[in-house]
T-cell receptor, first 111, second 110 residues
Framework: EPEVTQTPSHQVTQMGQEVILRCVPI?????FYWYRQILGQKVEFLVS????????KSEIFDDQFSVERPDGSNFTLKIRSTKLEDSAMYFC?????????FGPGTRLTVL | GQNIDQPTEMTATEGAIVQINCTYQ??????LFWYQQHAGEAPTFLSY????GLEEKGRFSSFLSRSKGYSYLLLKELQMKDSASYLC???????????FGPGTRLSVLP
């Protein structure tokens, strides 16, 4: 069964450094998403992406964040200058038909 | 604004039936989604309602009343592996923004 994959599973970085989180959505899906979940808190929407452009973004998704679909399969989230409060699980998801399917997540730890 | 409420925790017995409620007040609506999330794992899609009524999927059913801003997830024949958090999420009609509720942590006891 097709699934969303994410790499790396865990990323440790120093405050102020740039990180790129990678995702491979399900191949025939058209909508892609990034979410984050701070430990013990609810899932928060960051951004949705459709037809090679951002469809919607939340207040969290400020100028430090960007997304790209550099080729036909990868979908990336870049955080330009990480802050301590960016430490969280970051989930990629893709949607096809009526279902939205999450990847396993990347745990980002900012020191 | 967007506001989604769910009970924080519930406990039920193996083999029983449990109903997890979700109420929402949102500026728009284009579907309500239910997910299961085990600790330390990603959410797993369970069901989706866009019209009023009951959607059944094996041991899981989800109900929606748009006029009341209310949904529930019904789990039958509970198993120990059903111990998890259950997340309710509303999709807005203008884009593809999903707003998640805080989740309900369900504990299934033997």
């Amino acid at each position: 069964e097709p699934e969303v994959t994410q790499t790396p599973s865990h990323q440790v970085t120093q405050m102020g450094q740039e990180v790129i989180l990678r995702c491979v959505p399900i191949s025939n899906h058209l909508y892609f998403y990034w979410y984050r979940q701070i430990l013990g808190q609810k899932v928060e929407f960051l951004v949705s992406f459709y037809n090679n452009e951002i469809s919607e973004k939340s207040e969290i998704f400020d100028d430090q964040f960007s997304v790209e679909r550099p080729d036909g399969s990868n979908f990336t989230l870049k955080i330009r200058s990480t802050k301590l409060e960016d430490s969280a699980m970051y989930f990629c998801a893709s949607q096809g038909g009526t279902g939205q399917f999450f990847g396993p997540g990347t745990r980002l730890t900012v020191l | 604004g967007q506001n989604i409420d769910q009970p924080t925790e519930m406990t039920a017995t193996e083999g029983a039936i449990v109903q997890i409620n979700c109420t929402y007040q949102t500026s728009g609506f284009n579907g309500l989604f239910w997910y299961q999330q085990h600790a330390g794992e990603a959410p797993t899609f369970l069901s989706y309602n866009v019209l009023d009524g009951l959607e059944e999927k094996g041991r899981f059913s989800s109900f929606l009343s748009r006029s009341k801003g209310y949904s529930y997830l019904l789990l039958k024949e509970l198993q120990m592996k059903d111990s998890a958090s259950y997340l309710c999420a509303v999709r807005d009609p203008y884009g593809q923004n999903f707003v998640f509720g805080p989740g309900t942590r369900l504990s299934v006891l033997p």
